[in-house]
């Protein structure tokens, strides 16, 4: 969701939450208790010299990201989507829930030469703030509408209903939905791990959090053929997954 605002410590819930079903509610009251601490140092989003550091490396001006923090990308997940794009120069990037992390993406990847940016969210109103957002400094990006629906692929909870995408995608970014809905409905994701090309990254934010973790352990007994490993910089952590050649 769009960072131009500052949000509270939750989510914003969703019609589509009421799908969630009693198991699904049980299990993230069972999960609230020992995600709260996470949640917490959430909050703080990166240093004041990160976010200054971040937009100086982007070209973008100082009042860019008025609000970091919440459940929001961090300084540090975002310098390593910078990292990412100017090392690796994906041309094709999927990333799931828009917002703070959709401006540095598509900036990065003008800055590394071109690439194409689709990002999805659930909420309608976002979706078309984000577009406006990135609008007024003149980045192109993909910025997609899409409604949650009960997760594929086994998973609990509820993921993005999208439309089947090409396969060559060079990066995956997965920064929602919200651990609101279940604390491992993010692992709906793999759905699109089929897509990448030789070489193509997963990084998936908040990789700390216990139902992250869980996430983490499945991924990689159902895909060897990935490269994973635990990268613990930023406020919370990320998993960072890379298809062998």
């Not at 949000?7 to 009421?18: I, Q």
């Not at 993230?28 to 004041?48: E, Y």
């Not at 699109?192 to 193509?200: S, T």
Request: hydrophobic share 40%; net charge neutral; proline share 8%.
């Amino acid at each position: 969701m769009t960072s131009r605002e500052q949000t509270g410590f939750m989510p914003k819930d969703h019609a589509s939450n009421a799908h969630v079903t009693w198991l699904d509610r049980l299990t993230w009251a069972l999960f609230a208790p020992i995600t709260a601490p996470f949640l917490l140092k959430s909050l703080r989003g990166g240093s004041k010299a990160e976010k200054e550091r971040l937009l100086k490396r982007l070209g973008l001006p100082d009042d860019a990201l008025p609000n970091l923090g919440s459940w929001k990308a961090d300084t540090g997940f975002l310098h390593l989507i910078v990292d990412t794009i100017l090392e690796r120069k994906p041309a094709q990037v999927v990333e799931f829930g828009c917002g703070a992390s959709s401006l540095v993406i598509a900036k990065a990847l003008q800055k590394a030469g071109g690439g194409q940016l689709t990002s999805f969210d659930q909420h309608e109103d976002f979706v078309a703030k984000t577009r406006e957002w990135l609008g007024g400094y003149d980045l192109d990006a993909n910025i997609t509408y899409a409604p949650l629906a009960p997760s594929p692929g086994g998973w609990p909870g509820l993921f993005y209903d999208i439309p089947p995408l090409e396969p060559g995608i060079d990066l995956i970014i997965v920064d929602g939905p919200p651990w609101t809905i279940h604390p491992m409905t993010r692992g709906a994701a793999d759905q699109l791990f089929d897509r990448l090309a030789p070489g193509g990254m997963v990084l998936l934010d908040d990789a700390a959090r216990p139902g992250e973790r869980i996430i983490a352990s499945r991924w990689k007994k159902r895909y060897p053929d990935i490269d994973w490993r635990y990268w613990s910089g930023g406020e919370k952590g990320t998993l960072i997954g890379v298809r062998k050649d």
